[in-house]
Protein backbone atom coordinates (compact mmCIF):
# COMPACT_ATOMS: atom_id res chain seq x y z
CA UNK A 1 0.00 0.00 0.00
CA UNK A 2 1.61 3.76 -1.07
CA UNK A 3 2.26 5.96 2.22
CA UNK A 4 0.66 9.40 1.90
CA UNK A 5 0.79 12.47 3.70
CA UNK A 6 -1.98 14.85 4.18
CA UNK A 7 -0.78 18.67 3.82
CA UNK A 8 -3.07 21.57 4.73
CA UNK A 9 -1.81 24.10 2.33
CA UNK A 10 -4.09 27.32 4.10
CA UNK A 11 -1.80 26.72 7.33
CA UNK A 12 0.91 28.73 8.56
CA UNK A 13 4.60 27.16 8.13
CA UNK A 14 4.77 26.51 12.06
CA UNK A 15 1.21 24.53 11.71
CA UNK A 16 2.56 22.84 8.94
CA UNK A 17 5.94 21.56 10.83
CA UNK A 18 3.90 20.45 13.34
CA UNK A 19 1.24 18.39 11.29
CA UNK A 20 3.77 16.97 9.13
CA UNK A 21 6.34 15.88 11.92
CA UNK A 22 4.02 13.03 13.79
CA UNK A 23 3.01 12.14 10.03
CA UNK A 24 6.83 11.95 8.99
CA UNK A 25 8.05 9.60 12.40
CA UNK A 26 5.05 7.18 10.71
CA UNK A 27 5.99 6.91 7.39
CA UNK A 28 9.28 6.09 8.56
CA UNK A 29 9.16 4.11 11.00
CA UNK A 30 7.90 1.11 9.08
CA UNK A 31 11.07 1.46 6.77
CA UNK A 32 14.45 0.12 8.01
CA UNK A 33 16.18 1.58 4.68
CA UNK A 34 17.93 5.27 5.27
CA UNK A 35 18.22 6.24 1.88
CA UNK A 36 14.35 5.25 1.40
CA UNK A 37 13.32 7.61 4.64
CA UNK A 38 15.70 10.20 3.63
CA UNK A 39 14.21 10.24 0.23
CA UNK A 40 10.49 10.31 1.80
CA UNK A 41 11.19 13.01 3.92
CA UNK A 42 12.57 14.91 0.98
CA UNK A 43 9.85 14.92 -1.06
CA UNK A 44 7.25 15.64 1.98
CA UNK A 45 8.93 18.56 2.78
CA UNK A 46 9.64 19.74 -1.00
CA UNK A 47 5.76 18.75 -1.65
CA UNK A 48 4.30 20.67 1.78
CA UNK A 49 6.75 23.95 1.69
CA UNK A 50 7.71 24.55 -2.49
CA UNK A 51 11.09 24.32 -1.48
CA UNK A 52 13.53 25.40 -4.51
CA UNK A 53 16.10 22.45 -3.36
CA UNK A 54 15.78 20.45 -0.22
CA UNK A 55 18.33 17.02 0.44
CA UNK A 56 20.83 15.87 2.55
CA UNK A 57 24.50 15.50 2.53
CA UNK A 58 25.65 12.41 4.06
CA UNK A 59 29.30 12.21 5.47
CA UNK A 60 31.29 9.71 3.79
CA UNK A 61 35.53 9.64 4.00
CA UNK A 62 35.85 13.28 5.18
CA UNK A 63 33.41 15.00 2.69
CA UNK A 64 30.21 15.26 2.25
CA UNK A 65 28.56 13.70 -0.24
CA UNK A 66 25.34 14.56 -2.17
CA UNK A 67 22.19 12.39 -0.74
CA UNK A 68 18.63 11.90 -1.63
CA UNK A 69 16.90 15.36 -2.82
CA UNK A 70 14.32 17.30 -4.46
CA UNK A 71 15.37 19.96 -6.55
CA UNK A 72 17.37 20.96 -9.51
CA UNK A 73 21.09 18.99 -9.79
CA UNK A 74 23.45 19.80 -7.17
CA UNK A 75 27.24 19.97 -5.96
CA UNK A 76 28.13 16.54 -5.12
CA UNK A 77 30.91 16.77 -2.43
CA UNK A 78 31.40 19.35 0.14
CA UNK A 79 34.41 19.55 2.17
CA UNK A 80 34.86 20.00 5.94
CA UNK A 81 34.01 23.79 6.83
CA UNK A 82 33.30 24.54 2.94
CA UNK A 83 30.23 26.65 2.58
CA UNK A 84 27.42 26.36 4.31
CA UNK A 85 27.07 22.78 4.56
CA UNK A 86 31.04 22.20 5.47
CA UNK A 87 30.04 25.19 8.36
CA UNK A 88 27.42 23.31 10.12
CA UNK A 89 29.16 20.45 9.70
CA UNK A 90 32.52 21.95 11.56
CA UNK A 91 30.36 23.44 13.86
CA UNK A 92 27.63 20.87 14.18
CA UNK A 93 25.06 23.60 14.48
CA UNK A 94 21.99 25.07 12.55
CA UNK A 95 22.77 28.03 9.92
CA UNK A 96 19.83 30.53 8.58
CA UNK A 97 21.49 32.62 6.15
CA UNK A 98 19.32 35.55 4.80
CA UNK A 99 20.91 36.05 1.73
CA UNK A 100 23.99 33.28 0.25
CA UNK A 101 25.77 36.60 -1.52
CA UNK A 102 26.72 37.49 1.90
CA UNK A 103 27.82 34.59 3.32
CA UNK A 104 31.81 33.89 3.12
CA UNK A 105 32.27 30.62 0.66
CA UNK A 106 28.97 30.18 -0.06
CA UNK A 107 28.96 27.45 -2.84
CA UNK A 108 26.54 28.10 -5.54
CA UNK A 109 25.34 24.60 -6.84
CA UNK A 110 22.73 27.22 -8.46
CA UNK A 111 22.51 30.89 -9.31
CA UNK A 112 18.51 30.97 -8.61
CA UNK A 113 19.23 29.94 -4.37
CA UNK A 114 18.69 33.52 -2.53
CA UNK A 115 18.69 32.01 1.17
CA UNK A 116 19.24 28.89 2.81
CA UNK A 117 19.05 26.70 5.77
CA UNK A 118 21.34 23.76 7.01
CA UNK A 119 20.72 21.99 9.92
CA UNK A 120 23.07 18.77 11.20
CA UNK A 121 21.94 15.25 11.66
CA UNK A 122 24.13 14.09 14.93
CA UNK A 123 24.59 10.46 15.95
CA UNK A 124 26.31 9.29 19.44
CA UNK A 125 27.63 12.85 19.43
CA UNK A 126 28.91 13.35 15.60
CA UNK A 127 27.40 15.01 12.58
CA UNK A 128 26.77 12.48 10.13
CA UNK A 129 24.81 14.27 7.55
CA UNK A 130 23.21 17.81 7.12
CA UNK A 131 19.77 18.81 5.71
CA UNK A 132 20.10 21.52 3.32
CA UNK A 133 17.01 23.68 2.20
CA UNK A 134 17.30 26.09 -0.34
CA UNK A 135 14.89 28.81 -1.45
CA UNK A 136 14.56 31.34 -4.89
CA UNK A 137 13.34 34.15 -2.26
CA UNK A 138 15.89 36.20 0.36
CA UNK A 139 14.48 35.92 3.66
CA UNK A 140 12.87 32.69 3.56
CA UNK A 141 14.40 30.72 6.69
CA UNK A 142 14.17 31.73 10.19
CA UNK A 143 13.99 30.45 14.29
CA UNK A 144 10.61 28.78 13.15
CA UNK A 145 12.57 26.81 10.29
CA UNK A 146 15.38 26.25 12.86
CA UNK A 147 13.58 24.79 15.64
CA UNK A 148 11.19 22.31 13.67
CA UNK A 149 13.65 21.28 11.52
CA UNK A 150 16.70 20.44 14.46
CA UNK A 151 13.03 18.20 15.56
CA UNK A 152 13.45 16.66 12.39
CA UNK A 153 17.00 15.80 12.82
CA UNK A 154 16.53 14.31 16.26
CA UNK A 155 13.67 11.96 14.29
CA UNK A 156 16.09 11.27 11.53
CA UNK A 157 19.21 10.59 14.04
CA UNK A 158 16.75 8.00 15.51
CA UNK A 159 15.87 6.43 12.63
CA UNK A 160 19.57 6.54 11.11
N1 LIG B 1 24.85 26.11 -0.87
C1 LIG B 1 25.41 24.97 -0.22
C2 LIG B 1 25.79 23.91 -1.23
C3 LIG B 1 24.73 22.91 -1.45
S1 LIG B 1 23.51 23.44 -2.46
O1 LIG B 1 22.89 24.65 -1.95
C4 LIG B 1 22.39 22.27 -2.78
C5 LIG B 1 26.63 25.37 0.60
O2 LIG B 1 27.09 26.49 0.51
O3 LIG B 1 27.12 24.52 1.35
Known amino acids: MAESVQVDHTLS ?25 LANVAAVLKEAFGFFWVGFYLVKDQELVLGPFQGPVACTR ?22 V ?16 IVVPIL ?10 VDSDKLNQFDAIDAW ?13
Open 13 to 37: KEKKYEQLLPQLAGLTAGESDLVAN
Open 78 to 99: IGFGKGVCGVAWKEARTIVVPD
Open 101 to 116: EAFPGHIACSSLSKSE
Open 123 to 132: KNGEVVMVLD
Open 148 to 160: WLERLSELISAFS
